[in-house]
């Protein structure tokens, strides 16, 4: 770790890859690169002013690219950032990830780290290499938004094209802009510019140590299947056959399913698979019905990670569960 000035807080940067750390063959290119190519130094190199932010220890976790995250990779990033957040010397975490699951680690992190250190996620729409990247200027929010006094006790948070979001609602909502992420039903935690924080907000729902999850939790096989015009209810019928414990439904609209669909999705509740209703749209809060527990504001993604944990550790009462984190 570099030394810090006396009153500047130690963070250490956990870099994961994803086109934050991406290498195209032309400058010129946003979409034909690959991820995770540039190492953590390289990283942080290409970020003036970094160390006078925060003192940085900065280490390789992993070089995916997320889109191949999965759930032993959430627990493994989940001991390792539990570990530096409790061996001292470390004030915070940023980590730095892919776009494409982003949002789903941050949430696993938010509802199993015992902390109440800032624990930043950070990542890039457009890869190193590019023109006018975004990467470097999202790292360099990150650390500040991680040093800043009032980041703790807010659970995960997630910067990126100067927001700051809370884990539980942030969502990755357009495929190229660098302003791909939004907090749909929340609305933004923060703002972050030119070396100042402006909080707006403060997380509703319990998370980090006010969870019974840890790193060590098991995690129960949840899939998701989503409602659309048409759909064949065979697909759900092959849930059971898949050993699933859970299934969240991306309903159309508020949860609905067609008859077809909730005739499927019935015989599944009855065979004991835990059915918990979400909406396709985007946006919203979907309520219990029909023995189905509703996702509230979750998105589809992020309501698997709770069920996951919650069938993992044997939790019952799920409706209580999704209405307490
Ligand atoms: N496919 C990349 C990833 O998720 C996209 C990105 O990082 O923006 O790793």
Redesign the pocket.
């Known amino acids: 770790m570099s030394k810090p000035a006396m009153s500047l807080p130690r963070l250490c940067i956990v870099a994961t ?4 750390a991406g290498a195209g063959v032309r400058p010129q290119t946003t979409m034909a690169y690959a ?1 995770g190519a540039l190492d953590v130094d390289e990283l942080c190199a290409r970020v003036p002013g970094l160390d006078e932010v925060a003192g940085i220890q900065a280490e390789q976790f992993a070089a995916i ?3 191949n995250a999965t759930p032993a990779f959430w627990q493994s990033l989940a001991a390792r950032v539990q570990a530096l957040l409790d061996a001292g010397g470390c004030d915070g975490v940023v980590v730095t990830h ?4 982003l949002e789903e680690t941050a949430y696993y992190l938010h509802l199993v780290l015992k902390t109440d250190k800032p624990v930043v996620l950070v ?3 457009r890869p190193a290499t590019a023109l006018s990247p975004d990467g470097p200027l999202n790292l360099l929010d990150a650390v500040t938004v991680a040093a800043h006094p009032q980041a703790a006790g807010r659970g995960v948070l997630v910067v990126l094209n100067h927001q700051v979001l809370g884990a539980r609602d942030a969502a990755k909502t357009n495929a190229n802009r660098p302003d791909a992420f939004a907090s749909p039903n929340a609305g933004a935690m923060g703002w972050v510019q030119d070396g100042r924080v402006a909080w707006m907000g403060w997380p509703g729902h319990g998370h980090t140590r006010a969870t019974p999850f840890t790193a060590s939790t098991p995690l129960a096989p949840v899939e998701v299947l989503a409602g659309y015009a048409g759909g064949s209810a065979a697909l759900i019928r092959a849930v059971g056959a898949t050993g699933a414990k859970g299934l969240v439904w991306a309903g159309t609209g508020n949860g609905s399913a067609s008859a077809d669909a909730q005739e499927a999705l019935d015989e599944l509740v009855r065979d004991g698979v835990v059915v918990v209703r979400a909406t396709r749209t985007g946006s919203g809060c979907v309520a219990a019905s029909g023995g189905m527990p509703g996702a509230g504001t979750l998105s589809p993604w992020k309501a698997r990670v709770l069920l996951m944990l919650a069938l993992g550790a044997g939790m019952g009462g799920v409706q209580d569960v999704f209405d307490t984190y």
């Open positions: 890859g994803g086109t934050i991820a690219d997320s889109k892919g776009t494409d699951t990542g890039a729409m």
